[in-house]
């Protein structure tokens, strides 16, 4: 297989060969077709995000390892499996939008189905190979998604952006009806793992417009601008 690859934090994604991998146990091997680009992929080739006024994480501080194939938003053709994968309702062939958030299989989130959640996620293309090659290997059937009648190409975003965009979407409903319909879809990252977010924009008493961010968990209002 061959791959665009992170070898250096800020320099170019250099071309790899590799062999192609064979999937063992549960793993299904997907040959991609398209992959989105997420800012999340550029913060990982620079090896750091820029946090603002408490400074910047530095990736390779947090374990980050490399080379490293980002790309987290992947559609791909089924090519193989493992054994463990039968009865699975695979066929070579099929059309799958991969979710990328897998978690560690063992933790309570885990077990739970809620792997985004999960204190140790390894996220393909953010923490193991992801999309920007010509195979990707995906650990279990679970995270293959199907993606009939959508067009590929946007169907690959739905697994980073359109899910975050949707989550924060979901949180908004128990608004009464007259406010949803002011509520609008903003660009969402960065929201710590585990709360729950909306965010909305309305006019204030002295009629100015406010974007503002409320973690429902804690009943805190994180920003009012």
Known sequence: MEAYAIVQHGKPLEKLSRPTPVPVGREVLVAVTHSGICHSDLHVIEGRYDLGSRGELDLAKRGLKLPLIPGHEVVGNVVSWGVDAD??????????????????????????????LCLSMRPMGLADDGG???????????????????????????ACSGVTVYGAYLRCRYRPRKAR????????????????HSIDRRKDQRGVRRTSAFDHRHGQRQFNR
Request: glycine letters at 12%; proline letters at 5%; one cysteine or more.
């Open 132 to 158: 920007y090659s010509t195979h990707v290997l995906v650990s279990d059937p679970k995270y293959l998604l199907n993606i009939d009648g959508l067009d590929p190409a946007v169907a690959a975003t739905y």
């Open 87 to 116: 009865g699975e309702g695979l066929n070579a062939g099929d059309v799958k939008l991969v979710f990328p958030w897998v978690g560690c299989g063992d933790c309570s989130r885990c077990r739970a189905d809620e792997q985004n």
């Open 181 to 196: 319909r002011r509520t609008g879809a903003r660009r969402i990252a960065g929201c710590p793992r585990g709360r729950r």
